[in-house]
């Protein structure tokens, strides 16, 4: 598969579920921006040591934030309420498998840390895409095509750092590795109305 190199496609009917509560899609998805935007940070105060990493982090983290607030505004403007923090079960097994892979290794520690970033921005954006597609309301189809777009980029960003700054590991390898795990993960979701659900 060509987007994002990601081994399954999710199928187009999630969004029949996604379109039987839209609060829930709306107040899940403002979390999953939130938390990107946290990601980000904990990554510069995890590597502060790397000027350009910290630069293209913060301006990550301020896109992040301004989604989420595009997305509140989505769910004010049409009389929902953001409810509490969703647990992502999804987001859980992939960061299950980044403390479960890492060596140990500082270098190691920071190739896991980017390829799973750059794992939630890949399954992100293609469900973003399908949303877009699919979604009967016009407005949301629109809107999800836009943050397709904008976030495009993210997890070439991610992996771009990986390679940059790794010396002893094969960042090649591990993300086809990545990617075959996300694959047998992601299989067993696509029934909720949650972003990665």
């Excluded at 505004?73 to 009389?79: E, F, N």
């Excluded at 949301?140 to 002893?168: D, N, P, Q, V």
Aim: negative net charge; hydrophobic residues 35%; proline residues 1%.
């Amino acid at each position: 598969m060509s987007t994002f190199r990601l081994q399954l496609k999710t199928d187009p009917r999630w969004v029949n579920i996604v379109e039987s509560n839209i609060e829930e899609i709306l107040t899940d998805h403002a979390w999953c921006e939130q938390k990107a935007a946290t990601n980000a940070i904990t990554i510069v105060t995890l590597n502060s040591e790397y000027e350009d990493l910290v630069t293209d982090m913060i301006a990550l983290a301020k896109e992040e934030l301004e989604h989420f607030e595009r997305v509140c505004d989505q769910i004010k403007k049409r009389g929902l309420k953001l409810g509490r923090e969703r647990k992502d079960h999804y987001v859980g097994e992939l960061m299950a498998y980044m403390k479960s892979s890492s060596d140990g290794t500082r270098e190691s520690g920071f190739v896991e840390r980017m390829l799973f970033s750059a794992m939630i921005e890949a399954r992100s954006c293609e469900r973003f895409k399908v949303l877009s597609q699919n979604i009967k309301d016009s407005e949301l189809s629109e809107f999800y095509r836009e943050l397709m777009e904008s976030e495009a980029g993210h997890y070439t960003t991610f992996i771009a750092y990986a390679r940059k700054y790794a010396s002893a590991i094969d960042v090649e390898k591990r993300w086809r590795e990545w990617l075959d795990f996300e694959a047998g993960v992601i299989s067993k979701y696509g029934t909720s109305e949650t972003i990665h659900g």
